[in-house]
Structures are given as C-alpha cells and as structure tokens.
Nanobody, 122 residues
Framework: QVQLVESGGGLVQAGGSLRLSCAASGRTFTIWQMGWFRQAPGKEREFLGAINWSGAYPNYADSVKGRFTVSRDNANNSVSLRMNSLKPEDTAVYYC???????????????WGQGTQVTVSA
C-alpha cells in the first residue's frame, strides 16, 4: 500500500501563488502516476492534473491548464502542485492520490492523502 501526506496549504490573496507538496511512502515502487484533486464544500471532487511517477507525461484539466503545474520531485518521493494566479473559486481542500493501475488502462486512484486546505481571499 501507499501512504500520502499533503502539505503547503494555507491562506493566500487572489492573484497569488502557492505550492503544495505530496510525500509518498510505503510501496512507492508500485505507483504509476500521481494525481491532484480538490473538493469544495457541497461540490464534487475535481481532477486537476497528474504526472507519471517518473516525471513524464504531465496532464491537466482544462479549468486549470496554464495556471497549475504538476511536477515530480525525486527527493523525498514527492510530487508538487504549483498554483499561480489563484482565484477565490480555487478555495478547496486539495488532495493528492496515487494511481497504481494506469499502466494497464484508465487511471484508478486507490490511495489518497488527508488533504490540505487552500483558501484564496478576494
């Protein structure tokens, strides 16, 4: 199994930037890709972006493409989510998740972190 811990959330003013990190432990050698998601109260969980565990093939949801960047940090078995030009509607709990079966087909995120709160003020 895989354990994930997000960090880096906080309060930021609209237009600002924030960098989230997700540290993975356990059977990290089984990870195919890492994804970032967010969920605001009363709303469905939203996919933001993902990256292969090797750092290749980053991809993003259209809603954040150009503002958010997912990267693989080899140190500490982690991935990062860099968020620029933040808007109040970006306020949500942000989660990272591990996909272990994407190499065989569509991604299936079976392991999740506890989430980190991001609040963007107007």
């Amino acid at each position: 199994q895989v354990q994930l811990v997000e960090s880096g959330g906080g309060l930021v003013q609209a237009g600002g930037s924030l960098r989230l990190s997700c540290a993975a432990s356990g059977r990290t050698f089984t990870i195919w890709q890492m994804g970032w998601f967010r969920q605001a109260p009363g709303k469905e969980r939203e996919f933001l972006g993902a990256i292969n565990w090797s750092g290749a093939y980053p991809n993003y949801a259209d809603s954040v493409k150009g503002r958010f960047t997912v990267s693989r940090d080899n140190a500490n078995n982690s991935v990062s989510l860099r968020m620029n030009s933040l808007k109040p509607e970006d306020t949500a709990v942000y989660y990272c998740a591990a996909d272990l079966s994407g190499r065989f087909g569509p991604p299936k995120y079976d392991y999740w972190g506890q989430g980190t709160q991001v609040t963007v003020s107007a």
